[in-house]
């Protein structure tokens, strides 16, 4: 939270929406105006974690109501800019894990259709047919059947052509499938943080115009007023009285 405080986003918005440079009466065809600005912001604006570790803002200025309203306004501003900050990085985020996630889909899919493709060829069970086969072509060579020896073996040769394909797709369909909800889970948290709206800050006191001046403190200002005309006198009366002194030796 500080370190955002002290950002040149928060500087600059406020420094405009409140028209600082006119405000402290900075000469804008000066030597160095945003110097002096910049200066006279960190004069009068503070931010301090406190005992709590909560973080308090003050800020000074000849209009009270004026001070109030601009710590207000930097309060508010950290919640903004927090939340560009995080939206940006989760904007991020969430389009790397939607590539991933949509990029897997692709990959399943063409799985699929290969899986389809193997089923049109008449791959549908690779472990079952093989032993229903086997059961089949044994009694086939029994009865000298040759047509559905025939038949069998070429049933059989196709099996042996794609059914190391079928086997790996389908020992591979599982994974890919808890894969596949994994990555659906973690795609829509990205979402949820990428729209997030949730206020990053819990104001504890709001900023209120103070009945009293912090400085200049008036009974200050008299006694070093006093302090510097009684000082003042002194040393009049002591050169007054080196002078009387120095006439009076050559009289």
């Known amino acids: 939270m500080l370190q955002i405080l002290n950002s040149d986003e928060i500087r600059e918005r406020i420094i405009s929406k409140f028209n600082l440079m ?45 001070a109030a309203d601009m710590a207000n306004e930097i309060a508010m501003l950290l919640d903004t800019v927090k939340t560009r900050m995080q939206h940006e990085r989760a904007q991020q985020a969430l389009a790397i894990v939607e590539k991933e996630y949509r990029d897997f889909l692709k990959y399943l899919n063409a799985r699929e259709d290969t899986l389809k493709m193997l ?37 059989m040769d196709t099996l042996a052509e794609y059914g190391g394909i079928y086997t790996s797709i389908t020992q591979d369909m599982e994974h890919d499938r808890e894969a596949l909800s994994r990555l659906k889970t973690k795609y829509e948290e990205s979402k949820v943080d990428a729209n997030d709206k949730i206020p990053h800050k819990f ?33 009049l009366v002591i050169i007054i009285e080196n002078i009387n002194r120095i006439r009076s030796r050559f009289e």
Request: proline share 3%; net charge neutral.
């Open 203 to 235: 104001v504890v006191n709001e900023a209120k115009a103070s009945e009293k001046k912090s400085y200049p403190v008036r009974w200050l200002i008299v006694l070093v007023s006093t302090l510097a005309t009684f000082l003042l006198s002194v040393v």
């Open 22 to 66: 006119d405000h402290y009466r900075i000469d804008k065809d000066g030597r160095y105006p945003k110097t002096e600005l910049n200066r006279k912001f960190e004069e009068n604006i503070s931010f301090n974690r406190t005992e709590y570790l909560s973080v308090r803002i003050d800020v000074m200025d000849e209009d009270p109501n004026l």
């Open 119 to 155: 089923r049109s060829k008449g791959v549908l069970d690779y472990d079952s047919q093989v032993e229903r086969l086997s059961e089949a072509y044994g009694k086939a060579l029994l009865a000298g059947n040759q047509s559905v020896i025939r038949a069998i073996e070429n049933n």
